[in-house]
Nanobody, 119 residues
């Protein structure tokens, strides 16, 4: 059974940095993509960043130039380097892993980790 475990969250002041990490275990296949989503209080979960097996990365406009997603070759570990953090980045961040079988995407999720940006 696939398990995703996030680490690295916490409290940081505006302008500071944090690095989230997500380790995958229990899979005998390579994911098609890894990503990060976030959910702020009272809001829907939203896309933050993703990276394909081929190494192409995508970012939400709100984080472009500040966040960087990376993964190891096997896509077992994905990281999100977050710089110049803003109060509006405060949210629970969820790790995602996607596997496409016969055109159907199967998503796996971590339990979420809190990131709080506040002075």
């Amino acid at each position: 059974q696939v398990q995703l475990v996030e680490s690295g969250g916490g409290l940081v002041q505006p302008g500071g940095s944090l690095r989230l990490s997500c380790a995958a275990s229990g899979s005998d296949f390579t994911f098609n993509a890894r990503g990060w989503y976030r959910q702020a209080p009272g809001k829907q979960r939203e896309f933050v960043a993703s990276i394909t097996r081929g190494g192409t990365s995508f970012y939400a406009d709100s984080v472009k130039g500040r966040f960087t997603i990376a993964t190891d070759n096997a896509q077992n570990t994905v990281t999100l380097q977050m710089n110049n953090l803003r109060p509006e980045d405060t949210a629970v961040y969820y790790c995602n892993a996607a596997r496409i079988i016969s055109g159907v995407q199967n998503d796996y999720w971590g339990q979420g980790i809190q990131v709080t940006v506040s002075s």
